[in-house]
Nanobody
Framework: QVQVVESGGGLVQAGGSLRLSCAASGTAFVINAMGWYRQAPGKQRELVATITNSGSTNYADSVRGRFTIARDNAKNTMYLQMTSLKPEDTAAYYC?????????WGQGTQVTVSS
């Protein structure tokens, strides 16, 4: 059973930085893609960034240039470096891992940006 665990959320002032981590375990197979979604209260879940096992990345327009996604394939771990944070970045951030034609989700980590 694949498990996905996020860490690194917290409270930060606007303009600050945070780094989220996401570790996938329980599989010996290649994790094809990993990514982050976020969901703010009263809003739909939205894509933040994705990365394939070859390193191709994709970002939402709202975070491009401020957030950087990276992964360590040997550790099945992914990172999201967030800089120049804004209050509108406040949300629960969810990590996913895609392998064996299935999506596995983490439990989420809260990011709160104060103005």
């Amino acid at each position: 059973q694949v498990q996905v665990v996020e860490s690194g959320g917290g409270l930060v002032q606007a303009g600050g930085s945070l780094r989220l981590s996401c570790a996938a375990s329980g599989t010996a197979f290649v994790i094809n893609a990993m990514g982050w979604y976020r969901q703010a209260p009263g809003k739909q879940r939205e894509l933040v960034a994705t990365i394939t096992n070859s390193g191709s990345t994709n970002y939402a327009d709202s975070v491009r240039g401020r957030f950087t996604i990276a992964r360590d394939n040997a550790k099945n771990t992914m990172y999201l470096q967030m800089t120049s944070l804004k209050p509108e970045d406040t949300a629960a951030y969810y990590c996913y891992a895609f392998t064996l034609n299935r999506l596995y989700w983490g439990q989420g980590t809260q990011v709160t940006v104060s103005s």
